[in-house]
């Protein structure tokens, strides 16, 4: 495999996270960053070990020689970033949730189309073992066909009005941030839902928590997700003839366990991380990049979109629109 440039755009929290796992990830080359600061990007880059350090993200996004770039931006500036890069003929992994509605969405992935190049949303959960590994027994058919899935993700962040999770002009809210994970892990397994109940408490233009039932010909997806809620945030798959249990913090754990249907275990998986667990998105960019893939198999467009179009309705339903929408 060859090497691969990659620059990242923004130093908040998860670049620091990423950069961690790229500086150790094979065939990674720890390239350019950018911020908004050019004194931000040169200090993030000496920490790190970037060669280049850029004082604007459009700097960064006409530098020839990267290969990939990271978008580690909140949300509402998802849209505007990915764009420049595509525009720009870069190949682009952004973070999570990859736009703040379907319709930005679409718009990038047609522009990724025209331009061919490689866009994949940063779902670092769908490239880990102990997803695939679920997957893998779900298509061998160990528990039957799926009924029910139950997955959350609470945390117990406190609200503070400055921060991106709680600003509505970031595209804050656990909507976004949170469910997010549940949704693609659920919609991996059975697609986009014949029916979409939910209900969310709204503070200042964001959802604080929210409950979202998901309904199918055949089965069930029950999701909840807020701040200041502590919970294990374990995941539920039970079918005809058996269960999988994905252990606590299931979007980034290492064990997954499976029962029959009479709770007798019959299979356990662990898969320690290599690095922090953000390598495996790394590596599933970097290998679709050199196979010249537009779309990983991983984490395909459409499952991205369908997680899109189920929030959208979402919001619809709670009457919630981002400043950006307005
Ligand atoms: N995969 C994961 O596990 C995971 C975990 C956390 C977050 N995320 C995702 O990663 C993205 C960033 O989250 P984060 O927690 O890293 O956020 P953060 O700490 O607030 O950092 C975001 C960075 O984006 C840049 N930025 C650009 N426009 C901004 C604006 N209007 N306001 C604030 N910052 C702005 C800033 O970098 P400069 O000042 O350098 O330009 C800032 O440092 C989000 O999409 C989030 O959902 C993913």
New binding site residues.
């Given amino acids: 495999m060859k090497n691969i440039n990659w620059g990242i755009?923004?130093?908040?929290?998860?670049?620091?996270?990423?950069s961690d796992a790229l500086a150790k990830t094979q065939n990674a080359v720890l390239y350019a960053v950018?911020?908004?600061?050019k004194n931000?990007?040169e200090n993030?880059a000496q920490e790190y070990g970037f060669s280049k350090a850029y004082g604007s993200?459009s700097e960064l996004a006409h530098d020839n020689n990267i290969d990939i770039v990271y978008?580690?931006?909140?949300?509402?500036?998802?849209f505007n970033?990915v764009m420049l890069c595509l525009e720009n003929g870069k190949n682009v992994l952004c973070?999570?949730?990859v736009t703040l509605n379907s319709e930005q969405l679409e718009k990038i992935l047609s522009k990724a189309k025209e331009k061919n190049l490689f866009f994949m949303e940063?779902m670092?959960t769908k490239c880990r073992p102990v997803f695939l590994k679920t997957m893998e027994w779900v298509k061998n058919n160990k528990i039957g066909n799926i009924k029910y899935i139950k997955a959350d993700f609470s945390n117990n962040v406190k609200y503070n009005p400055d921060?991106?999770?709680f600003?509505a002009?970031?595209?804050g809210g656990a909507l976004?941030?949170l469910a997010v994970y549940p949704l693609s892990f659920a919609e991996a397994f059975l697609g986009y839902p014949d029916e979409i109940i939910s209900s969310a408490h709204i503070r200042d233009g964001i959802d604080l928590s929210n409950s979202i039932t998901l309904k199918y010909n055949n089965a069930f997806v029950s999701i909840d997700s807020g701040f200041e809620i502590p919970l294990k945030n374990n995941a539920i798959i039970s079918g005809t003839d058996g269960y999988i249990i994905l252990g606590d913090r299931f979007?980034?754990t290492c064990d997954a366990v499976l029962y029959d249907r009479n709770g007798s275990e019959i299979e356990k998986f662990n898969a320690q991380n290599i690095i922090n667990g953000?390598e495996y998105e790394i590596i599933e960019a970097q290998k679709c990049i050199c196979e010249n893939l537009e779309e990983s198999p991983l984490v395909p467009h459409s499952g991205t979109l369908s997680v899109m179009k189920i929030m959208d309705e979402c919001r619809r339903q709670w009457g919630l629109k981002f400043p950006d929408e307005q």
């Avoid at 755009?9 to 990423?18: K, P």
């Avoid at 950018?34 to 600061?37: H, P, T």
């Fill in positions: 755009t923004g130093t908040g929290r998860i670049a620091r996270t990423f950018a911020s908004r600061s931000k990007a993030f993200y978008i580690a931006t909140p949300m509402a500036s998802h970033d973070e999570k949730s940063a670092w921060d991106r999770l600003r002009d970031c595209g976004l941030d979007f980034c953000y």
